[in-house]
C-alpha cells in the first residue's frame, strides 16, 4: 500500500490559502449591494467594479505559471499572497467610484498567477489517476468560500460598515502566508514529511507519465497540435513552449470552453447574492446565509464529478453535462414565475453544475501536454479564459439597466455556457483528453 500523506499535508493548506483569495475576489458581490449611502453605483457601475478585477486577472497568468514550473510555485505563491492582502485591503480605504476600481484592478492583478501556479504544484504532486480529485479537493475552496464568507460578510454588514469589512477580510492572507511557507514543497524530493516508499512512486509514477505522452505533447507540433516528425523546432525549450502551447488545437479549444463556462459562471456568482436580496427583501445576514446554500451542493457535487471522471478517464461528458444541467436551471429559473423556495432550488442547480466541471477540466492539460508545455499553456488557458469574469458581471449589470429586468441578462449567460458544453463536446476528442493506454495501467490504480 503506498502512503497517501500528499493528501493531508498539501490539499489543506492550498484550499485555505485559496479560500481567503476567493473571498477577497466574491466577498465584493455581498458588499457592493450595501456601498451605495458613500457613493451611489448604477447596476452597469457594480457589475463594472465586479468585472474589472479580471482585467488585472490576465496580467501574471503565463509569467507566474512560467515561474512556478522553472524557479518555485511555492515562492511564487507566497510574493502573490502578500501583494493581493494589500489590495484587498486598499478596497475598503477608497473614497470614489474610479478609486473601486482601481483597487479590484490590483486586487485581480496579484491574485491572477496564483491559479496556474498552484496546478503546478499539483501536477508534481498527484500522478493522472488522482489529478481531477487532487484538483477538484483544492477547488472545493470557491464553493468553500462562499459557504463560510457568505454570511460572514453579510453578518459584518449589519454590525460595521462595508470598509471594515473589506480592511478585515482583507487582512487573514499574510497570516496564512506564513503556514504557507513552512508547509508546502514545490516536489517530493524536496518534503521533509514524507515517507521514501511515497517520495519513490511519486518520481517513478509522474515520470513514466511524462513518457507516456503523446509525441506532440513533447515534441515539435505542426498548426494543428499534430506531431511534425521532425523534432523541437527551437532548441530554447521555453520558446518551443510557449510556441507549442500557442499553436496546440486542444489548448485553443479549452480557452474557448473555459471562457464561455466562466462567463455564465461569474456572471452567475457575482450576482447571486442581489438576486436573493430581491427574493427575499430580508437583512444582509440573512442574504448571506441564503446564498450559502446553492454552494453546499455544489461542494458535493465537485467531488462526486472528479471522482466519477478519475474512475471513468472520461473528461470530456465530466465537463459537459454538469453544464447543460446548468443551463436549464438558468432557463427555468427565468423564464418562469416560481415561488421564492423553487427559485432557491434552482439556484442550487445552476451553482452545481456550474462547478461540477472545474477538477475534470483542469485535469485535461497535464494529459495532452509535456512539461515545458503545459505551464504556458495554464496560465493561457486561465487568462484567457477568465476575461469571462469580466464579461459576465458586466453584461448581467448592462443588460439590467437597458431592459430593466435582470432576466435577459442570466438568458445571455445561458447561451454562453451553451457555447461552452458545445465546445467541449465536439471540440475535445475522447482519444486525446480522456485516459487511455498511454497511461500505464500501474499509474491509474495507486
Not at 135 to 155: K, Q, R, V
Amino acid at each position: 500500500m503506498i502512503p497517501r500523506r500528499r493528501w493531508t499535508y498539501v490539499i489543506p493548506v492550498a484550499v485555505v490559502m485559496y479560500l481567503l483569495a476567493y473571498l477577497d475576489r466574491t466577498n465584493v458581490a455581498v458588499i457592493l449591494p450595501y456601498i451605495g449611502d458613500d457613493f451611489p453605483l448604477s447596476a452597469g457601475a457594480k457589475g463594472l467594479a465586479s468585472g474589472i478585477f479580471f482585467i488585472g486577472y490576465l496580467v501574471l497568468q503565463i509569467p507566474a505559471a512560467v515561474l512556478a514550473a522553472k524557479w518555485s510555485a511555492r515562492k511564487t505563491v507566497l510574493l502573490l499572497m502578500i501583494a493581493w492582502s494589500v489590495a484587498a485591503v486598499l478596497c475598503g480605504l477608497v473614497r470614489n467610484e474610479t478609486q473601486l476600481y482601481l483597487a479590484r484592478l490590483l486586487l485581480g492583478l496579484f491574485e491572477g498567477g496564483v491559479w496556474p501556479a498552484v496546478l503546478i504544484l499539483l501536477a508534481s504532486w498527484f500522478p493522472q489517476a488522482e489529478r481531477a480529485r487532487a484538483n477538484a479537493l483544492w477547488m472545493t475552496c470557491l464553493p468553500i468560500s462562499a459557504i463560510l464568507m457568505s454570511p460572514l460578510s453579510g453578518f459584518m454588514l449589519d454590525h460595521m460598515s462595508w470598509r471594515w469589512v473589506f480592511v478585515l477580510q482583507g487582512l487573514p492572507p499574510l497570516v496564512w502566508a506564513v503556514v504557507w511557507w513552512f508547509a508546502v514543497a514545490d516536489r517530493p524530493a524536496r518534503a521533509r514529511w514524507i515517507s521514501a516508499a511515497e517520495r519513490e512512486y511519486l518520481e517513478t509514477t509522474l515520470q513514466a507519465e511524462e513518457d507516456a505522452k503523446p509525441a506532440f505533447a513533447k515534441q515539435g507540433c505542426d498548426n494543428r497540435g499534430f506531431a511534425s516528425g521532425r523534432g523541437p523546432r527551437h532548441p530554447d525549450p521555453r520558446k518551443a513552449g510557449s510556441r507549442q502551447a500557442l499553436a496546440h488545437r486542444q489548448v485553443l479549444l479549452l480557452v474557448g470552453v473555459y471562457f464561455f463556462w466562466i462567463t455564465g459562471f461569474y456572471g452567475f456568482s457575482l450576482w447571486l447574492p442581489s438576486v436573493v436580496k430581491t427574493m427575499t427583501g430580508g437583512s444582509a445576514t440573512a442574504v448571506g446565509f441564503l446564498s450559502a446554500v446553492p454552494y453546499v451542493l455544489a461542494l458535493a457535487g465537485m467531488v462526486a464529478c472528479a471522482h466519477w471522471s478519475d474512475r471513468t478517464g472520461n473528461r470530456r461528458l465530466a465537463v459537459t453535462v454538469p453544464l447543460l444541467v446548468a443551463i436549464g436551471g438558468l432557463l427555468l429559473g427565468n423564464l418562469v414565475h416560481w415561488p421564492a423556495a423553487v427559485q432557491l432550488v434552482l439556484l442550487c442547480v445552476v451553482a452545481t453544475g456550474v462547478h461540477m466541471p472545474y477538477g475534470p477540466f483542469w485535469a485535461i492539460p497535464s494529459r495532452v501536454l509535456g512539461i515545458e508545455v503545459v505551464a504556458v499553456a495554464m496560465g493561457l488557458i486561465n487568462s484567457l479564459g477568465n476575461l469571462g469574469g469580466f464579461a459576465g458581471p458586466y453584461l448581467v449589470g448592462w443588460l439590467t439597466d437597458v431592459t430593466g429586468t435582470a432576466t435577459t441578462g442570466f438568458v445571455a449567460l445561458a447561451a454562453f455556457l451553451a457555447v461552452a458544453a458545445g465546445l467541449a463536446f465536439f471540440g475535445l476528442k475522447p482519444a486525446v483528453v480522456e485516459e487511455s493506454a498511454h497511461v500505464p495501467a500501474a499509474t491509474r490504480h495507486p
